[in-house]
């Protein structure tokens, strides 16, 4: 059980040991790309045929998935490109 005189004790016990973690975090840092990375960053959304190919595959699945009876035939979703993170929107074909 928790009391009053516990929880007071704990809190002075761990005030001291607070101020230790007021210096700045350095798990994190940062550092400018690479001429590389920046070309093939700024490539990435003009490569129109891997998003082709996503939504060509993903609407491959969903027409399986219509034909199977799981998701309805006007159904939609956002699938995201691994590449740039664009989002692109796929339905199945309308024939199904």
Known sequence: M???RLL???TT???PFSVLGTGTAR???SEPLSLA???AMALSCRATTSHDELVTAMRSFLNGE???GHVPADYRTTVSCP???CSLSVAPDKSL
């Open 8 to 10: 007071l004790k704990a």
């Open 27 to 29: 798990a994190l840092s």
């Open 66 to 68: 219509v034909a199977a």
């Open 13 to 15: 016990m761990a005030l």
């Open 83 to 85: 590449f740039c993170s």
């Open 37 to 39: 990375d920046r070309e």
């Open 2 to 4: 928790l009391t009053r």
